[in-house]
């Protein structure tokens, strides 16, 4: 140990566990997904060129999970937002004309346009919900808080349209982050609250203070590296504890809705919704938290763990409707 107790690990070798599928084995086989350095802060031409060339692979790879999904996709906009609009040819029996508001991932400055719609065609099908997926404004030309400003905006629309109740709201990774941001917004601006949240493996702390951003740091196959660089671009220079920014900081004494979150043994985001259940536990928020074996960020693509992931969303859905 160190001078100020902490604990030196020395250098070991993780094999890949057999307690998972043998598809989440073969994945977890293939080692890390390559990730370059982030541009400098100011390089603001680096930061628009990084999205463009991802945006159409993280677009591919959620395409790829989609071949059997038919869904008609309408692109429309908000009040000026722009949001696909997601019809699942088979709508679940019990989603009851209830609505999914999507907030897409990609750590703050990635996943818009052709992304966005991959992404929020997924959750359609994780769902079975019509979903209204937000094709929010992101940095480095639109830092916060413009991204939830856009969700904010989408999130009263579908209130014109449905009862609160009948809303779910969701996202994964950074669209976890914005989701949980705008329930508190939502509250705070005196607007009904929806009847269930979706959160899947959140970014709900950009301070990165949780245990598990250095316990994971190596381990977790996706996200390779600190999203520090990401998180300062988004925040435009606000303050990170900022419960708007880092929705694990918020007051959930004040009112939000049941929420589901999920991560798994392996993903640098673990601490992110182990906090955050807690957090809404003490707060007497009905609250689940779903950790899956030997899970990086973002699932193992396919694998009958993400079938699993699936089936306790539509559970949780389903129970929170009316």
């Not at 999970?65 to 906009?77: K, M, P």
């Not at 590296?225 to 900022?242: E, V």
């Not at 938290?289 to 694998?303: D, I, K, N, S, T």
Request: glycine letters at 10%; hydrophobic letters at 45%; a negative charge.
């Amino acid at each position: 140990m160190t001078d100020d107790g902490a604990l030196h690990v020395p250098a070991r070798t993780i094999p890949v566990p057999t307690s998972v599928s043998e598809a989440a084995q073969a994945v977890l086989a293939a080692g890390p997904l390559g990730a370059g350095d982030y541009p400098a802060a100011d390089d603001l031409d680096g930061w628009r060129e990084l999205a463009e060339a991802s945006n159409g692979m993280i677009a591919a790879m959620f395409d790829a999970r989609l071949a059997d999904f038919a869904a008609t996709v309408e692109e429309t906009a908000v009040d000026g937002v722009p949001v696909y609009r997601i019809a699942p040819a088979d709508v679940r029996a019990a989603a009851g004309g209830r609505v999914y508001l999507d907030v897409h991932g990609g750590a703050l400055h990635l996943g818009a346009g052709v992304a966005c719609r991959a992404m929020g065609t997924d959750a359609a099908r994780r769902t079975g919900l019509p979903t209204w997926s937000v094709d929010y404004r992101m940095p480095p030309d639109h830092p916060y808080p413009a991204a939830l400003d856009d969700c904010l905006v989408v999130y009263r629309a579908l209130l014109e349209r449905y009862d609160a109740a009948d809303i779910v709201v969701g996202g994964q990774s950074a669209g976890g982050n914005i989701a949980a941001a705008l329930l508190l917004r939502a509250r705070d601006e005196g607007l009904p609250l929806p009847g269930a949240a979706v959160l899947v493996t959140p970014e709900v702390d950009l301070t990165e203070s949780g245990d598990s951003f250095r316990t994971n740091l190596g381990v977790d196959t996706l996200l390779l590296r600190s999203l520090m660089p990401a998180n300062l671009l988004y925040a435009g220079g606000h303050d990170l504890t900022d419960p708007y920014l880092s929705p694990l900081f918020g007051d959930f004494t004040k009112g939000y809705p049941p929420t589901f979150l999920q991560a798994g043994t392996r993903d640098l985001f673990l601490s992110n919704a182990v906090r955050m259940h807690r957090a809404l536990r003490a707060a007497g928020v009905p609250a689940e938290l779903h950790v899956f074996e030997a899970m990086p960020h973002g699932g193992f693509f396919g694998a009958p763990e993400d079938a699993e992931i699936d089936a306790e969303v539509q559970r949780f859905v389903d129970a929170h409707g009316r």
